[in-house]
């Protein structure tokens, strides 16, 4: 008799549910669609339609059914269900408080900090937001838009030294490594003092300073001829046109400075050819103008030296002292 009863029931509640279901889970459409079966003689029950919305459908699983997620591993719409009870209860500021104090608690000072930040201060959140997009925008450049972007910079003075001063702090790695990656066949050897780092594409002096008579100590002096040179070159110009001296930097967009220099270049060979006397001041020196700093980046050489870019640029200037300066 018991089990029966029991089956009963059962069968009642899978009935029950099944039909509630059927009907959108809606308590006028139930008692609508289902009046006959309600009032039916086979099986005589008292049902408070009130109680329906607490029916839960049976499980067709032998199992006590799947385990619970652990909070982390949740989708955002279980989290949210999980924590309603914890926003109902609290406002705003007691739920920013107590976040922090967790992060704290567990180490996350930095991030605990920001929420403090972004709590009290609002715009910083629209600020942070900000940086996050600009950033996930970023992208590494591939050698061809390295070079356009170094020929055509179109940005302001303040962006191109920031630029260089980045570019310098990574070796001068940017704009030579894209044209040594475009043109692997034909490479291009330029000629700087010690205080830049030696690259394939970059030939600095040998550190320290080699002992006289050796291919090495000639290297270094032809290297030092080429730069003294040079600088006599930018000494000239720069006595020419005062606006070229570092004291006097020129406050202009990257692209309007290398039209200047270009134009006193020209105006400089113009004078050359017509034999005008530059004034020259003794005062000032450019001729040894960063050229014996050899100790400068000691230990930045040494720390490069597990470099492979570093390595093969060993390999290369060493091929030249082998190839030219054995011999006086």
């Known amino acids: 008799m018991e089990t029966n009863f029991k089956n ?25 669609k289902y009046e006959e079966w309600l009032k039916s003689e086979d099986i005589v029950f008292k049902l408070d339609l009130g109680d329906i919305y607490s029916l839960e459908e049976p499980s067709t699983s032998r ?13 955002e719409k279980t989290k949210k269900r999980r924590v309603q009870k914890i926003v109902e209860g609290s406002n705003v500021e007691e739920i920013t408080v107590a976040a922090e104090v967790i992060l704290r608690k567990s180490g996350k000072r ?20 900000k940086i996050r997009a600009y950033v996930e925008k970023q992208r590494s450049l591939t050698p061809d838009e390295a070079l356009a972007w170094y020929v055509d910079t179109k940005s302001t003075s303040h962006g191109y030294k920031l630029t260089r001063k ?62 003294v040179l040079i600088e006599r070159t930018f ?20 692209v309007t400075v290398g039209k200047i220099v270009m134009a006193c270049t020209v105006l400089h060979n113009i004078c050359v050819e017509n034999n005008i006397p530059l004034i020259l001041d003794d005062n000032e020196d450019y001729v040894n103008e960063g ?13 490069l030296a597990i470099n492979n870019i570093f390595a093969r640029g060993q390999q290369i200037r060493n091929f030249f002292v082998q190839s030219i300066f054995l011999t006086n």
């Not at 069968?11 to 809606?26: D, E, H, P, Q």
């Not at 199992?63 to 591993?73: H, L, M, Q, V």
């Not at 000494?235 to 990257?254: I, M, Q, S, T």
């Open 8 to 32: 009963t029931i059962k069968l009642v509640s899978l009935n029950i549910a099944t039909k509630w279901k059927a009907s959108g889970k809606r308590a006028d459409r139930f008692r609508t």
């Open 63 to 75: 199992t006590t059914g799947r385990p619970t997620k652990i909070f982390g591993e949740s989708s």
């Open 110 to 129: 930095d991030a605990a900090n920001l929420i403090k930040d972004i709590s009290t201060a609002p715009e910083t959140a629209s600020d942070i937001k």
């Open 166 to 227: 980045v570019a310098m702090a990574a070796g001068h790695y940017s704009w030579a490594s894209g044209y040594y990656r475009l043109h692997p066949h034909k490479p291009s050897h330029s000629s700087r003092d010690s205080g830049y780092p030696l690259r394939p594409w970059l030939m600095t002096p040998y550190l320290p300073q080699p002992a006289p008579g050796t291919p090495e100590f000639r290297f270094n002096e032809r290297m030092r001829q080429i730069r």
């Open 235 to 254: 000494g000239e110009l720069k006595n020419r046109f005062r606006c070229l001296l570092k004291d006097r930097v020129l406050h202009y967009a990257p």
């Open 291 to 303: 050229i014996d700093n050899f100790e400068n980046n000691l230990q930045e050489e040494r720390g």
